[in-house]
């Protein structure tokens, strides 16, 4: 087998530059990474700020706070009223809270779906709480009575729909550190307390969370949810199944102990948020707390498998100590005012600016800074199911757009080993993607994932010449054959020289890898590489770039004939794996491959070998193929005959020929010549006759050639035959003398239409009879089968000494017969002698023959009086004016006749008489004229195909026929003008 290298070192060719070192030029293969980098990508800002267009109705109006659900901002003013700003459509709404100026909003929640809102608001006089509940379909507030404690947090369940008219169960927290379960239903529905911290000293409840576990499976429960509850210093985490009554949590946090978190500190704006997923559960949390924030994932899929001890959802949790410090003192950390989560990053919002912070790697990566004159900044809040950003002061709304959050996630992935995520957040930019799956393959190359690896080089464009030397160096055939695979399928139709170079090189590898295992005798290895090599060779793009004869050589020179026929037969090679076939001597099996080919060519290209050791098979082969042209395999048949002999030919040849003769009608005089050849071969001779005789007067196969055969072949018969069908009688009586004295008279008896010629061939039949056979008897028996002979014809052929006895009664009755003919020739004289004096009677009678015309009588054809004109007069009684005789024969005689009788007319006229008198024109002229009646003869018989009305009077006649016409007697019709005057006259 060749070198697993051969095929490569084809990489090295003067058509690339600089051998391995250097990426190939040719495309499919570039070392280049295409630059997608556009200007300032780089460098242009994650987060981009705008100031929104709030409508204060005042400049004594302040925002003391926003909310955001679903595009809809709910902005609380100093003065106890609540502005609803869609920001889709821009519109803004403006509800009176009906509260005077001792109360002061401190609290304002809404759901997600922007449909409920709470608003806590507290009294200055007494410091006491009232709460307050607004439906979106019912703009009237309405106060909570049993909610009078002072709400901190509230957790909204997020399966209501917009727009519903309950919220559901909520948890709400409380500054005394209680948290209770409750449903609004335009009122509260019901309020339970289901948990309150295990505390020395009470800490205001700062977060709430109620998330329902994803259903991963089937059967899997719908009532799993998880609880986090957060105070300053403290978070609790709960996960249960909920109740199917009320309260529906409390079964969560009462039924295990929570897993627990302390963080040590004080701080005022101690705050949960959350980062929800489109559709499920949250993703990620943030809790502001004095040391820092402490953040994380929330990844519910592991708590979710997890049997054992308590689930914890919070994944990958970590404190991000504060590094914003105050002007004035460097030295002090300050603490955001809020924050908020996006996919990647953490806003946190100071008086004056807003620091962006990456959750993977907890680097600040942007800060923005806002006008000092518009006020020191109050709040920052999101919009969970949009997940749009809000800042605001006391009169100023900005929002925080990601313009483009998603730059560097793939880097921060990569660093951190996450391949597969840097992937999904580089696929943007194709320099990015390249680099993951580069350092990805080089990861995987190092843990010895050599396979894998080379998935990943082959989607990279890493050079193909450095990735083939590295699986070549760890003589990882696999790996070599996973990577062109890829690099095969990521080839472009284009590419010709590459695909035709890693088809070929796959087709090396997978031969050498079949070699390997089997001189290790593997069989079961073997068979499945075998399988996944002809996998190989049945692919489109295989059958189509591969060339056809390296892929031969390369598996000939391996020694795979099976595979090679497999191949070969992929690509219709037909003609191969039948030589294939043959050379191996199984001619049975290359009669099969023929037999389902409707090539007719391959049946020309094979017949001779095929007929010289199947004849009967490959016969049988033909018949079934209708199309084959049999003057194709007559030197088949030829080669067969002549090397096995007439019998032989006599099977299988004549009848694949009879075949086509009688069956298929076929009529190529080649192949009834050669039919005729096989049939001459034979030992009898009735199979020949059969086939001429067959054949008729007017034979399809050349009866010159047909005639040598059998004169070469001896066989006399079928020359005979041949002689009579090409009209040579005396030829064919003279060699059917030879044969047989029957077989002559037959032939004698075939030109019956020529007495002479007939005549002729029963006087050669008799002289033979006479002189070669000398039997007088048989010779006086031809006087009975031929009528046309008499005795005196064959006296001449008997010798002097014979006597008359033998024939004494032939004589007499040829005597007998001379003596009647006379009788009857004097009798047809004596008739013919009586009929000459009755037609001379006849003729006198004739000369003397009159009529008689009365004096009232009309011409036939004008009907005017006869006797005012010249006139014929016919025996049939029928009489006409010269004139109108003339006029109505001149229509019917044919032109020569027609200008005859003009010529004749004009000569009388003027006496141009020529030679002739003008009796004898006048005479001349009657014959044609007077030829026959008009009215009875012949001439009117001719006339039987016209029509009875003329075509141009057709429209006349019809018009005297309508029903609309007025009544009167229907025209007369005629065919002369004359004739219509003469009649009205």
Not at 62 to 84: D, P, W, Y
Not at 700 to 723: N, S
Request: charged share 25%; glycine share 4%; hydrophobic share 35%.
């Amino acid at each position: 087998p060749r070198s697993l290298m051969s095929l490569f070192d084809q990489f090295n060719s003067p058509g690339y530059s600089g051998g391995y070192a250097q990426p190939l030029e040719e495309p499919g293969f570039e070392d280049e990474v295409p630059q997608f980098h556009q200007r300032g990508e780089e460098d242009a800002p994650l987060f981009v700020k705008r100031q929104l267009d709030v409508a204060l109705t005042s400049t004594s109006q302040q925002i003391t706070h926003v909310c955001a659900a679903s595009n809809v901002l709910f902005i609380a003013l100093s003065t106890n009223h609540l502005l609803r700003k869609d920001i889709q459509s821009g519109n803004q709404e403006d509800f009176d809270l009906q509260r005077n100026a001792e109360y002061r909003i401190v609290k304002l929640f809404v759901d997600p779906t922007a449909t409920h809102v709470i608003v806590c608001l507290r009294r200055n006089k007494d410091e006491s709480y009232e709460t307050l509940y607004i439906h979106n379909k019912n703009r009237k507030p309405v106060e909570l009575k049993k909610a009078k404690a002072f709400l901190t947090a509230v957790a909204w369940n997020m399966d209501q729909k917009q727009d519903s008219r309950s919220t559901g169960p909520i948890l709400a927290g409380t500054q005394n550190g209680i948290v209770f379960e409750m449903e609004i239903d335009g009122a509260e529905k019901y309020v339970r307390q289901i948990f309150s911290p295990d505390l020395k000293q009470p800490e205001p409840i700062c977060g709430l969370c109620v998330a329902r576990f994803p259903r991963t499976q089937a059967g899997a429960s719908a009532r799993k949810y998880f609880i986090m509850i957060t105070t300053n210093c403290h978070s609790y985490q709960f996960v249960g199944q909920a109740d199917q009554t009320e309260p529906v949590f409390q079964s969560i946090v009462t039924s295990s102990a929570p897993r627990f978190h302390e963080l040590p500190g004080d701080i005022d704006n101690s705050q949960l948020e959350l980062y929800w997923q489109v559709s499920g559960p949250p993703r990620a949390f943030a809790w502001l707390t004095a040391p820092g924030v402490y953040h994380g994932r929330l990844d519910f899929a592991a708590a979710q498998d997890r049997q054992m001890g308590k689930p914890n959802v919070m994944a990958d949790a970590r404190l991000r100590r504060y590094s914003y410090t105050d002007e004035q003192d460097p030295r002090n950390v300050v603490a955001p005012l809020s924050l908020v989560l996006t996919e990647f990053h953490m806003i946190m919002l100071y008086k004056y600016e807003f620091e962006v912070v990456c959750l993977l790697n907890d680097k600040t990566v942007m800060h923005e800074t806002f006008n000092h004159r518009r006020g020191a900044m109050r709040g920052i809040v999101s919009d969970p199911l949009m997940g749009s950003v809000y800042a605001y002061n006391a009169h100023n709304v900005f929002k925080i757009e990601a313009e483009n959050e998603t730059r560097d996630v793939w880097r921060l992935y990569l660093e951190r080993g996450l391949f597969e995520e840097a992937r999904q957040y580089a696929k943007s930019n194709k320099a990015h993607e390249d680099k993951v799956l580069s350092a990805h393959a080089d990861k995987l190359f190092e843990q010895g994932e050599y396979r894998q690896a080379a998935l990943k080089y082959a989607d990279s464009q890493r050079s193909f010449e450095e990735v083939c030397l590295k699986l070549i160096q760890v003589k990882d055939t696999d790996a070599l054959t996973t990577y062109l695979m890829r690099k095969l399928d990521c080839l472009g139709r284009k590419d010709k020289m590459q695909l035709t170079m890693l088809c070929g090189w796959l087709v090396e590898l997978y031969l050498n890898a079949l070699d390997t295992l089997k001189d290790a005798h593997e069989e079961e290895r073997y068979n499945a590489m075998r399988a996944k090599f002809r996998e190989f060779l049945r692919k489109d793009r295989v059958l189509e770039s591969m060339h056809k004869d390296t892929a031969y050589d390369l598996i000939e020179s391996h020694g795979d004939m099976e595979d090679m026929i497999y191949y070969a037969e992929l690509k219709q090679d037909h003609e191969r794996v039948m030589q294939h076939f043959v050379e191996k001597g199984d001619y049975a099996q290359c009669l099969n491959v023929l037999r389902k080919q409707h090539a007719p060519d391959l049946y020309y290209r094979f017949a001779p070998v095929l007929m010289q050791h199947i004849p009967t098979e490959t016969v049988d082969a033909f018949l079934q193929q209708r199309d084959l042209d049999p003057r194709q395999l007559i030197p088949a048949f030829i080669r067969y005959q002549q090397s096995s002999g007439v019998s032989a030919a006599k099977s299988e040849a004549i009848r694949y020929l009879e075949w086509c003769v009688h069956k298929k009608g076929n009529a190529d005089p080649a192949i009834h010549n050669y039919l005729i050849s096989l049939y001459a071969k034979l030992p009898g001779d009735e199979v020949l006759l059969d086939f001429l005789e067959m054949q008729g007067d007017k034979p399809v196969y050349d009866m010159k050639y047909a005639l040598r055969l059998c004169t070469q072949e001896k066989k006399m018969r079928a020359c005979v035959l041949i002689y009579s069908t090409m009209k040579l009688y005396e030829e064919a009586v003279d060699l059917a003398l030879t044969v047989d004295l029957n077989l002559a008279a037959q032939n004698a008896n075939k030109p019956r239409s020529n007495p002479e010629l007939h005549k002729k061939l029963w006087l050669r039949i008799a002289r033979h009879v006479v002189k070669e056979e000398k039997d007088i008897k048989k010779a006086m028996a031809i006087l009975q089968e031929c009528a046309l002979l008499k005795i005196e014809d064959i006296l001449p052929f008997f010798p002097d000494f014979v006597t008359i006895d033998h024939f004494q009664a032939d004589i007499c009755k040829s005597l007998e017969d001379y003596n009647r003919d006379i009788d009857n020739l004097k009798a047809k004289m004596n008739n013919a002698t009586e009929s000459a004096h009755q037609i001379r009677d006849e003729i006198q009678d004739l000369r003397n023959k009159y009529g008689v015309i009365s004096g009232n009588a009309t011409c036939g054809i004008c009907t005017y009086p006869l006797l005012t004109r010249a006139l014929y007069m016919f025996p049939c009684q029928h009489s006409f004016h010269a004139e109108c005789m003339t006029t109505e024969v001149l229509k019917r005689l044919v032109p020569a006749q027609r200008r005859r009788v003009l010529k004749l007319q004009e000569q009388i006229q003027k006496h141009q008489t020529g030679r002739k008198t003008i009796n004898e024109l006048k005479a001349e002229l009657d014959d044609i004229i007077a030829e026959d009646c008009v009215k009875c003869g012949e001439m009117l018989i001719h006339t039987i195909d016209e029509p009875f009305v003329p075509p141009e009077k057709m429209d006349s006649y019809l018009q005297s026929w309508s029903l609309s016409a007025p009544l009167s007697p229907p025209a007369r019709v005629f065919d002369d003008p004359a004739d219509a005057g003469s009649t009205f006259a």
